[in-house]
């Protein structure tokens, strides 16, 4: 397994390295870049654990990169729980590992994994005595936290008095960027709460393809570019970025909206609400699959494409959409080592785009376990219907792609109905132009059920034009909203 590296970034890539800095990580002193999240400067480092698991301590790492996961959670400046996937590095920064004794590189209770391999139940451990069972189950509440409490004086976060708004859009992905734009075209405005520090959510990958009328497919990027020159010309969308919205309330007159970042809490009451949250990524079941190393297709895609850090080498992808195969063809034409394609498509054009590149193609097989002691070093492969590998791969990575779960929680907190689908899990129900059951509350996206990008776009516009003729009066929001990025 090769050591980490960098590869040069494209001239059209949306991630941007700042000037150089350091920062400390355990006594020690890494290298990064402005701008770059912590979780990809430590990647580059060579740092594979970033935490261990509370009950068994195995060993945890990054795996979304978007701010879903807990597996990049550290100390920072010392204050614990920080996703580090989403912080910047800062010169002079202190950085830290937080569970594990003596540390979370070298854990000595990580043989509790050993030693209850199969399960340790400690609601019934150590009951025949009530003291011994008092002290038990003091040791077991002090092994369950996350970190210990904060060393550093915690910033203040001032509660703004509560705003109205005409429209509130939740989420600055493609679908709350077209419904967003559509509002605003037609002369209303609207705040855009956006939880990450840039917009455009899946345009932002490198393996996403929009499908033109003429048959093409252009790059995620490239259509990203064009939308943000066309959302910064228009007037009336006051954009809020890092700032995810925690809560929505039903209200008498429309819904309450509160929103949070380091600085401010935002609360708002609208009188419409669209939501475009997306959709959670996931790893699919097989044992194993907790192991540093282990990515979703969008986390790999960010790390090695966005941001150019290749923590280990050859990689695996394992997928059947165009977005896994498409992800393989980037990084083979960035001279990244591949271990191969595991995937049960056998004909299109970048399948044979892919064979001609000399990547090997794996049919048959599905992923049966994956194997590493702190980081990921091979995958063995079995058949659909067999319990033992047929076929064992040594790699430094995998990305793997898995049925995402839509993020519908803040339109159920809306009073929104939900809907179960054995595909995907729950979904926003809505008519084909986005309207709930809260006839003030409208969805799209992923969170809503499209099945790709370009349906996500094509229902915020819908969305966003029904909720426009909704809308009566010239009611506006009392102080001016221009856009910002």
Same mark, same amino acid.
């Given at each position: 397994m090769s050591p980490a590296r960098r590869i040069n970034l494209p001239n059209d890539c949306p991630y941007k390295r700042g000037d150089e800095i350091q920062f400390q990580f355990e006594g020690g002193s890494i290298e990064g870049y402005?701008?770059?999240?912590?979780a990809i400067a430590l990647l580059a480092a060579g740092v594979r654990v970033f935490g261990r698991s509370i009950k068994y301590h195995r060993p945890r790492g990054a795996t979304c990169l978007q701010a879903h996961c807990s597996g990049c959670l550290m100390r920072v400046d010392g204050v614990p729980n920080v996703r580090t996937c989403d912080t910047p590095c800062r010169s002079g920064q202190v950085v830290e590992r937080q569970i594990g004794w003596p540390g979370s590189g070298r854990d000595l209770f990580r043989l509790m994994d050993w030693i209850y391999g199969q399960r340790l139940d400690h609601h019934g451990m150590f009951t025949s005595s009530g003291t011994l069972n008092r002290m038990a189950m003091r040791f077991v509440r002090k092994m369950a936290g996350f970190g210990d409490p904060p060393t550093a004086d915690i910033p203040r976060i001032n509660l703004?008095?509560?705003?109205? @708004?005409?429209?509130?859009?939740?989420?600055?992905? *493609?679908?709350?960027? @077209?419904?967003?734009m559509a509002l605003a075209e037609a002369g209303h405005p609207v705040i855009l709460f956006e939880h990450g520090d840039k917009i455009g959510g899946r345009l932002l990958g490198r393996a996403c393809r929009i499908p033109t009328d003429d048959d093409r497919k252009r790059s995620g990027?490239?259509?990203?570019?064009?939308?943000?020159?066309?959302?910064?010309?228009?007037?009336?969308?006051?954009?809020?970025?890092? *700032?995810p919205v925690v809560a929505v309330y039903p209200g008498p007159d429309g819904p309450c909206v509160v929103a949070s970042n380091d600085r401010e809490t935002i609360s708002i009451d609208a009188r419409r609400l669209i939501v475009t949250c997306g959709a959670w990524d996931q790893v699919p079941l097989f044992e194993d699959n907790d192991l540093p190393g282990i990515f979703t297709l969008r986390g790999l895609d960010r790390l090695v494409c966005g941001w150019g850090v290749v923590p280990a080498e050859p990689i695996l992808v394992a997928g059947e959409s165009d977005e896994a195969l498409q992800l393989a063809l980037q990084l083979s034409l960035a001279s990244v080592e591949l271990a191969g394609v595991l995937t049960e498509r056998r004909e299109g054009e970048l399948?044979?785009?892919?064979?001609?590149?000399?990547?090997?193609?794996?049919h048959g097989h599905r992923i049966l376990r994956a194997r590493g002691g702190r980081w990921l070093d091979r995958v063995e492969l079995a058949t659909a219907s067999s319990t033992e590998p047929d076929l064992v791969l040594d790699c430094g990575m995998l990305a793997v792609e898995?049925?995402?779960?839509?993020?519908?929680e803040l339109a159920?907190?809306?009073?929104?109905?939900?809907?179960?689908?054995?595909?995907?899990?729950?979904?926003?129900? *809505?008519?084909?132009?986005?309207? *709930?059951?809260?006839?003030?509350?409208?969805?799209?996206?992923?969170?809503?059920?499209?099945?790709?990008?370009?349906? @996500?776009?094509?229902?915020?516009?819908r969305a966003g034009l029904a909720c426009a003729s909704k809308l009566e009066g010239t009611w506006r929001r009392p102080s001016s909203a221009t856009a910002k990025t």
């Amino acid at each position: 397994m090769s050591p980490a590296r960098r590869i040069n970034l494209p001239n059209d890539c949306p991630y941007k390295r700042g000037d150089e800095i350091q920062f400390q990580f355990e006594g020690g002193s890494i290298e990064g870049y402005r701008h770059e999240p912590l979780a990809i400067a430590l990647l580059a480092a060579g740092v594979r654990v970033f935490g261990r698991s509370i009950k068994y301590h195995r060993p945890r790492g990054a795996t979304c990169l978007q701010a879903h996961c807990s597996g990049c959670l550290m100390r920072v400046d010392g204050v614990p729980n920080v996703r580090t996937c989403d912080t910047p590095c800062r010169s002079g920064q202190v950085v830290e590992r937080q569970i594990g004794w003596p540390g979370s590189g070298r854990d000595l209770f990580r043989l509790m994994d050993w030693i209850y391999g199969q399960r340790l139940d400690h609601h019934g451990m150590f009951t025949s005595s009530g003291t011994l069972n008092r002290m038990a189950m003091r040791f077991v509440r002090k092994m369950a936290g996350f970190g210990d409490p904060p060393t550093a004086d915690i910033p203040r976060i001032n509660l703004l008095e509560r705003g109205e @708004a005409e429209v509130v859009v939740i989420g600055a992905g *493609t679908a709350g960027l @077209a419904a967003s734009m559509a509002l605003a075209e037609a002369g209303h405005p609207v705040i855009l709460f956006e939880h990450g520090d840039k917009i455009g959510g899946r345009l932002l990958g490198r393996a996403c393809r929009i499908p033109t009328d003429d048959d093409r497919k252009r790059s995620g990027w490239e259509v990203r570019q064009e939308i943000k020159s066309r959302f910064e010309k228009l007037h009336g969308i006051e954009l809020h970025q890092c *700032t995810p919205v925690v809560a929505v309330y039903p209200g008498p007159d429309g819904p309450c909206v509160v929103a949070s970042n380091d600085r401010e809490t935002i609360s708002i009451d609208a009188r419409r609400l669209i939501v475009t949250c997306g959709a959670w990524d996931q790893v699919p079941l097989f044992e194993d699959n907790d192991l540093p190393g282990i990515f979703t297709l969008r986390g790999l895609d960010r790390l090695v494409c966005g941001w150019g850090v290749v923590p280990a080498e050859p990689i695996l992808v394992a997928g059947e959409s165009d977005e896994a195969l498409q992800l393989a063809l980037q990084l083979s034409l960035a001279s990244v080592e591949l271990a191969g394609v595991l995937t049960e498509r056998r004909e299109g054009e970048l399948v044979d785009v892919l064979s001609k590149a000399g990547v090997d193609l794996i049919h048959g097989h599905r992923i049966l376990r994956a194997r590493g002691g702190r980081w990921l070093d091979r995958v063995e492969l079995a058949t659909a219907s067999s319990t033992e590998p047929d076929l064992v791969l040594d790699c430094g990575m995998l990305a793997v792609e898995a049925p995402e779960s839509p993020a519908y929680e803040l339109a159920h907190h809306a009073g929104c109905r939900v809907e179960f689908r054995s595909a995907s899990g729950y979904v926003v129900v *809505t008519d084909e132009n986005g309207r *709930t059951s809260d006839v003030r509350v409208f969805a799209a996206g992923h969170c809503a059920g499209a099945r790709d990008t370009a349906e @996500a776009m094509a229902q915020g516009v819908r969305a966003g034009l029904a909720c426009a003729s909704k809308l009566e009066g010239t009611w506006r929001r009392p102080s001016s909203a221009t856009a910002k990025t």
